[in-house]
């Protein structure tokens, strides 16, 4: 068997072209488009890059984008004071703090100051404790965004048995829930897991979320499993990879995400879906 591909980079530009479709009526309707803010405290380079796409993306689908940028020797106060005075703004609908901070900064205690009805990042205590108890919030962009390949290939995980590895607020505890709350019966492996190669096997659906290249090996995978590579590595190649060894993995899954073009490119996608849903809530909760 050779797995398709899943083309991440095609599907998210169909969910660009959906927030694009909502910015607009949402526009028409109440007379201003979403804004979507974001903190970038520090210069770290990765994080610029990330942070440049975020605003231009937003724009690209009418939104207004913003980026507030601190010094890297930024108090927590101040950002404590910028998230507050975000909060406080009625133009806001979306706040996004880049991670990582600078060592000064205790990031949970930033996370937990933004208000949840603007987290489009979903990682406030508040979202993720609705996440939890299977009620609505806002969800992490690329757990969301792994959920939305998996229906675009027509994978149903009702009933599935499903494999995440990797067990991080950000990503894999997030997508264990939304497999859950699709009704896949869920395993989270994570560095401490026995037999990983075992535990690999049984997965209809693998999704890997750990940070390192290849650590999941081509021959765990379960022949016509769907393969979710989450992993961004730089190889000593200079290239990226995922967290799957890929050639091996493609012999014997029916999908597979490639890295780059798979998950990377729905996480800012669904960003972009995030903050039309939080201001269509907003603007909903003030009627
Ligand atoms: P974290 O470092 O926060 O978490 C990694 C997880 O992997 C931990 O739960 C850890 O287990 C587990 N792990 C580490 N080593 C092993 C091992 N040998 N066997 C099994 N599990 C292991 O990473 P993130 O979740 O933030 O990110 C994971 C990957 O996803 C990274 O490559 C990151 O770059 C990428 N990423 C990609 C995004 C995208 O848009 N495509 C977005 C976000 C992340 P334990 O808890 O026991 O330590």
Redesign the pocket.
């Known amino acids: 068997m050779t797995a398709q591909l899943i083309d991440g980079k095609a599907i998210a530009a169909k969910v660009r072209d959906e927030a694009k479709a909502q910015v607009a009526a949402f526009t028409q309707q109440h007379g201003r488009a979403p804004g979507l803010d974001v903190v970038l405290v520090g210069d770290d380079p990765a994080s610029q890059v990330y942070v440049r796409n975020k605003e231009r993306d937003s724009v690209q689908v009418g939104m207004r984008g913003t980026v507030h940028r601190l010094p890297a020797d930024s108090s927590q106060a101040k950002l404590l004071a910028l998230v507050a005075q975000l909060n406080a703004d009625a133009a806001v609908d979306g706040i996004l703090v880049q991670m990582p901070l600078p060592k000064q900064i205790d990031a949970e205690t930033v996370i937990a100051t933004i208000d949840p009805g603007k987290d489009v990042d979903g990682l406030t205590p508040v979202n993720a404790g609705l996440l939890c108890l299977g009620r609505p919030g806002l969800v992490p962009c ?1 757990p969301m ?1 792994c959920m939305r390949l998996l229906d675009e290939v027509g994978c149903n995980p009702a009933g599935k048995r499903a494999v995440v ?4 607020t ?3 505890k997030p997508i264990a829930q939304l497999l859950l709350a699709r009704h896949a019966t869920v395993t989270i ?5 026995a037999d ?1 190669a075992k535990v690999c096997a049984e997965a209809d659906i693998l999704v890997a ?4 290249e290849a ?1 999941v090996r081509g021959e765990w995978v379960k022949p016509g499993a769907v393969v979710i590579d ?4 730089r190889g000593a190649d200079g290239k990226l990879h995922g ?1 799957v060894e890929f050639e091996g993995a493609k012999q014997r899954a029916s999908w597979i995400t490639p890295v780059p073009g798979g ?2 490119p ?2 800012i996608a669904m960003l972009l879906m995030n903050t039309v849903t939080a201001a269509k809530a907003r603007i909903a909760v003030k009627r």
């Not at 492996?189 to 897991?193: I, M």
């Open positions: 690329t965004g590895v990797g067990r991080s950000l990503v894999g492996a994570h560095s401490r897991t990983l979320a750990v940070g390192k650590l989450v992993g961004i590595n967290d998950v990377g729905m996480t």
